[in-house]
């Protein structure tokens, strides 16, 4: 049987690692969205440069394009929380 400071630094290093993991998870759960909400932006906006009529056409798709994107950020929040708790 262990004694109690190993099963406390057992323990703690098992925390230790959920912990990074859930890090992780948050870390490229939020960092990719966000870079795909801006690439998505950034080409949504260099085609209403080029073609200023069809802003009207290029809206509808930008939005749905980002709200999807968000939807990414909001599952790994949602998979990092089930990490910690779990």
Known sequence: MMSEPETVAAAGSMLANKDLYVSL??????AM??????WIASKAMEAIGR???????????LVLAVAF???????SLVVALIIKFV
Request: cysteine-free; glycine content about 6%; overall charge negative.
């Open 51 to 61: 073609n200023p009529e069809a802003a009207s056409k290029i809206q509808t798709p």
């Open 33 to 38: 969205p966000a870079f795909a909400i801006g």
């Open 69 to 75: 994107a968000e939807a990414i950020a909001i599952y």
């Open 25 to 30: 998870t948050m870390f490229l759960g939020a």
